[in-house]
């Protein structure tokens, strides 16, 4: 494909030095994401992903059916697997969405380095790495990133999503006049990548329900493209389709497996009870879509690490505009159709919570990517711009990865080596039976069996009659 042998081409342009400085970056992140996440304590969502995992897999029983489960199945199913072979689940969870998210931050790098529009191979590594920096350094990131909750796995799925979907759909060199002479087929290549494109996304919305409002920006994107055949864009728009349903198995299994289970977790706790439960403590914030917008605003405001995406992405925009039509610009027209249907998932739950707003990020840094080589004129301008918004971004983070190196080397500082171990005092102490708690995880971790009922920590406790 066109966009994939152009990415390549760059990539090998680049001296080996820098290739090495690359991997170099990219490992340094997955020290600073684990130091991170070894430091800090529990988020008490926490419990409700890495207990049910423990329940399927420890115990046979299944979500929905025999206990309460607030999202769509594909995280537990991926714990479950993990906890079949460890039983520092806590561990096992966190190092997991390390890794999604460490991989995440692989590819967004490689973009930045393959789009970059330098000649010199250094300034096209520090082009990227400022952008990575930006985003790992925004305090909506650090907060969200490596927990043992949905939202790294889902944001791996729909980034990988998206590339390929541009393997699919992405002729640069290709001018708006060709695809309009070109009647032929679809080649079994495109076909395929957008197959791809569409399971990938789909397995994004079997993890986290909010993703699903990326799929019409997909297909929309699909539909704008300049100069392609109507037949080609019906063709891609059904593989898309077909490989979101075919991505979706783990949600229609659990549909078809326990309909009333799965519609009362998915719809009624969330579209209702979890409503009521706030709006009854006197919560009035984030609870309607102004309000929603405002927290959203509060964010950027309160915390302004957290303004640096957006503000670059849009200040990279506004020179790209005059292009937007032209085939080189596919990619940057693609985020701009993402972005307001991710902003509508991440408005989707009420009330809103920072973590929701996670999901935008990534793609703020991938529009700035693919919009400064639309630039006429003065992408210096744009490095410099990256560079000082990622020690911006920097200052207002540093001292939480800091912390997080200080452990790094020291095993028995890790907040779920410790967690593990409260868990075999707690074994030691019960002598037999069950443990009563609303913080199922510290019981789990030491193989005592807990009920099932309140699994999902407070969030079911607190909505019942």
């Not at 769509?72 to 460890?86: D, E, K, M, Y």
């Not at 944001?155 to 001018?175: H, K």
């Not at 695809?179 to 079997?206: E, Q």
Request: aromatic residues 12%; hydrophobic residues 55%; glycine residues 8%.
């Amino acid at each position: 494909m066109p966009v994939i042998n152009r990415f390549r081409s760059t990539l090998r342009g680049l001296s080996l030095s820098v290739l090495l400085a690359a991997a170099t970056i990219w490992l340094l992140l997955f020290v600073l994401l684990f130091g991170l996440n070894m430091r800090r304590g529990l988020n008490h969502d926490e419990h409700q992903f890495v207990g049910s995992a423990v329940l399927l897999a420890r115990y046979g029983l299944q979500p929905y059916a025999d206990f309460a489960y607030f999202h769509v199945p594909g995280q537990t199913w991926l714990n479950a697997a993990l906890f079949r072979i460890s039983d520092h689940f806590l561990l096992s969870a966190r190092l997991a969405a390390i890794v999604w998210s460490w991989l995440s931050l692989g590819m967004i790098l490689l973009v930045g380095l393959a789009t970059a529009p330098f000649a010199r191979g250094w300034a096209r590594l520090g082009f990227a790495t400022a952008g990575v920096a930006v985003l790992v350094a925004s305090p909506l990131f650090v907060h969200t990133s490596g927990r043992a909750w949905n939202h790294d796995l889902p944001m791996f799925l729909a980034l990988a999503g998206l590339l390929t979907f541009l393997a699919a759909t992405w002729r640069p060199d290709v001018p708006p006049d060709r695809h309009v002479t070109d009647a032929g087929r679809l080649t079994l290549a495109a076909r395929l990548w957008m197959l791809g494109a569409g399971v990938l996304l789909g397995l994004a919305i079997a993890t986290r329900l909010s993703y699903a409002f990326l799929a019409p920006a997909f297909a929309l994107a699909i539909w704008v493209q300049a100069g392609r055949p109507w037949r080609q864009k019906l063709w891609l728009t059904l593989w898309l389709a077909a490989g979101g349903i075919l991505g979706m198995a783990p949600v229609w299994i659990a549909l078809v497996r326990e309909p009333e289970g799965f519609l009362f977790g998915n719809v009624t706790y969330n579209l209702q009870l979890n409503t009521q439960y706030y709006a009854a403590a006197g919560h009035e914030q984030a609870m309607n879509v102004a309000g929603k917008l405002a927290y959203f605003g509060d964010l950027l405001l309160a915390q302004p690490g957290n303004l640096i995406a957006p503000l670059l992405f849009a200040i990279a925009l506004f020179p790209a505009l005059p292009k937007l039509r032209r085939p080189e610009a596919f990619p940057l027209l693609t985020v701009l159709l993402v972005l307001p249907f991710a902003l509508l998932g991440a408005l989707s739950a009420t009330p809103s919570q920072i973590q929701y707003f996670y999901m935008l990020y990534p793609f703020f840094v991938l529009g700035t990517f693919f919009a400064v080589p639309l630039w006429p004129q003065r992408q210096g301008v744009a490095l410099a711009a990256v560079t000082a918004g990622a020690l911006l971004a920097i200052v207002s983070t540093a001292v939480n990865y800091g912390e997080g190196l200080a452990v790094v080397l020291q095993p028995d500082r890790w907040y779920p080596v410790k967690a593990h171990e409260r868990g075999a005092r707690i074994a030691e102490l019960m002598g037999g039976g069950r443990v009563l708690t609303l913080a199922p995880i510290h019981a789990m971790e030491g193989g005592v069996p807990t009920y099932p009922e309140f699994v999902t920590g407070p969030l079911a406790w607190r909505v019942a009659h």
